[in-house]
Structure formats: structure tokens, C-alpha cells
């Protein structure tokens, strides 16, 4: 299974980076290819990282200046390359510029977004 995993943010030290790493170490990827999207930057230690891990880097870090453009180029890559499923994983709204470029080159696809809710404690007797 061909699985292309965009990382919406800056591929660097921080929270959506080592999820990423953290699934990519401990899950079976027996018979998975897995191609990681940067769309902003990568830091070399975790491109190194990526490698060690058998995974293929691929770069479209136009996606904050020019999201139409990156759609597209996006749903050539996903076309080009025959992936079974796309993943964005990040925390930005802007996902859907991720989503359509998958459904534009027919992938299957779907997000994540780190979010931590918010919780309002009125009353300290509600723990």
C-alpha cells in the first residue's frame, strides 16, 4: 500500500514531527511504501530520520503562498505517484487545500488535526 502523509507544518522539532516519527517506529510496515510531504521545511536531522525509517521525502513548500497552485501540483503527485491513501496531519484549517489535491488525483485521503479542547473548569468540586 502506497500512503503519502502530509505534514502541514515545518518538519522540525515539534508535536506533529514526532507523532509522525512515533507512528512511523511502531507500527507494521510490512508492505506499506510511505512517501512524507513537506510543505513548508525540513529540518536535515529529520530528513535523515525519514530515511532511516524507509520512507521517501517529497517537497511542495508552496502551500501557505500559493495554496491553488499547491493543490494541483499536489493531485499530480498523488496521480503521478498511485498512492492508496493520503493523510494530512497538522494543525492548520487550511486542510482542505490537502483534501481536494488528494481527491483531485483520486486517492483516498483523510486528516488529523492536533487539537487540545479546551476545558473550563467552573467549580473545582466537577474533578
Known amino acids: 500500500m ?14 506533529v514531527t514526532d507523532c509522525i516519527v512515533q507512528y512511523l517506529k511502531h507500527m507494521n510496515r510490512e508492505g506499506m511504501e510511505a512517501t512524507i510531504l513537506s510543505t513548508v521545511t525540513v529540518h536535515p536531522d529529520f530528513e535523515k530520520l525519514f530515511q532511516e525509517l524507509g520512507c ?5 513548500e508552496i502551500r501557505k503562498e500559493h495554496p491553488l497552485r499547491y493543490m494541483f501540483r499536489l493531485a499530480k503527485l498523488v496521480r ?6 493520503v493523510h494530512a496531519h497538522g494543525n492548520s484549517a487550511t486542510m482542505f487545500f ?3 489535491g488528494a481527491k483531485l488525483g483520486v486517492a483516498g485521503s483523510g486528516s488529523h488535526m492536533d487539537i487540545v479542547p479546551v476545558v473550563e473548569i467552573r467549580n473545582w468540586t466537577d474533578f
Do not use: S, V
Open 80 to 85: 503521478r505517484e498511485k498512492f492508496d491513501l
Open 2 to 15: 502506497k500512503i503519502l502523509i502530509i505534514h502541514t507544518m515545518a518538519i522540525d522539532y515539534n508535536g
Open 56 to 60: 521517501r521525502l517529497e517537497r511542495i
Open 98 to 100: 490537502d483534501m481536494a
